[in-house]
């Protein structure tokens, strides 16, 4: 399930390092095709495909060995034992739950509480806007501007409560905009409306929620373009979008921090709001006339 709150203690991981999977995504244009092959391979099922062995994997891809090998080492590690054993790190820290971090009365003791925790959250920002290619971000915002597009923001346990507040501010800036629940019950019968004018915008961290990876699934394959905004090692759901946005979340805590995807969020709508001032503005002063009339 999507659980805000993750990582062994032991390998607790840099909040300003991106991931395998945001380093491929950031350099993609500059790979070979052998190399984009392999990274699309391991970027479809990240990190399961990069466990198999060289040979499966170099099958899958539809390339050498030699040239998975190369890829790896483009990748900076010594070999594909090294390869591997990074992967297995960060899948052990997708699959924690918050109790597998220390007590909080473990460590820590007689640092300035707020202070320590701040310093964390500043370093997240700092990581998630300086790990997200700005033409990724600005395709995001010229698909959510486009009038013809009807857009549905979902998430899982926690971050459901961050897809909800992008939709009341969207609500606002344009038409054709909801929320779909994440549970399976609540949105099947949804989909029967859902096709290529429609965007799916979901927000899923670690541990993932997978009624809200079958959701987008299920819109992708009928059509929908899926748009992700999740943690630095990538939601299931990465397999069917057609842009990703992570956010970094480490935090000094036995709960993930929200703060990236919040920044995110609101730089969405701030930019969306920007692109479509002309007819945003109209809607915002009908919006402010509404809420001013007496009942």
């Known amino acids: 399930m999507d ?5 062994g ?21 500059s790979f070979t095709p052998s190399e984009k092959r392999a990274a699309h391979l391991l970027l479809s099922h990240y990190p399961f495909a990069g466990l198999d062995t060289v040979a499966e994997f170099a099958s899958r891809a539809g390339i050498s060995a030699p040239s998975v090998l190369r890829f790896v080492t483009r990748l900076g590690f010594s070999g594909f034992p090294d390869f591997q054993k ?9 699959l924690l739950s918050p109790l597998a971090k220390a007590s909080p009365s473990d460590k820590g ?22 790990n997200i290619a700005p033409a990724e ?4 915002v010229t698909l959510l501007s486009d009038p013809r597009r009807h857009i549905h923001f979902t998430g899982g346990r926690f971050t459901g409560a961050l897809a909800r507040y992008a939709e009341s501010h969207f609500r606002i800036v344009r038409s054709h905009v909801d929320f779909i629940e994440g549970q399976p019950a609540l949105w099947r019968d949804r989909m029967v409306e859902i096709g290529r004018r429609d965007v799916i915008v979901a927000f899923d961290i670690r541990r993932y929620q ?7 699934e ?7 373009t899926v748009v992700l905004l999740t943690d630095p090692w990538l939601s299931p759901i990465a397999r069917v979008a057609r842009h990703v946005l992570p956010a970094h979340i480490v935090a000094p805590s036995n709960w993930d921090s929200s703060a990236g995807l919040l920044l995110l969020t609101e730089a969405l709508v701030a930019s969306v ?3 479509l001032w002309d007819t945003a503005k109209p809607r915002m002063e009908a919006v402010e006339r509404l809420r001013n009339e007496r009942s």
């Open 3 to 7: 659980q805000s709150g993750m990582h």
């Open 109 to 130: 003791q007689g640092a300035p509480a707020l202070a320590s925790f701040a310093e964390a959250v500043i370093g997240n920002l700092r990581a998630t806007v300086e």
């Open 273 to 275: 709001t920007k692109r």
């Open 210 to 216: 997978e009624d809200v990876t079958a959701l987008c």
């Open 9 to 29: 203690d032991r390998r607790l991981p840099s909040t300003d390092a991106p991931s395998l999977a945001e380093r491929i995504r950031s350099e993609m244009e």
């Open 218 to 224: 299920t819109a992708s394959r009928q059509g929908a």
């Open 86 to 94: 990074h992967l297995r790190e960060e899948l052990e820290a997708q």
């Open 137 to 140: 971000f600005e395709a995001v």
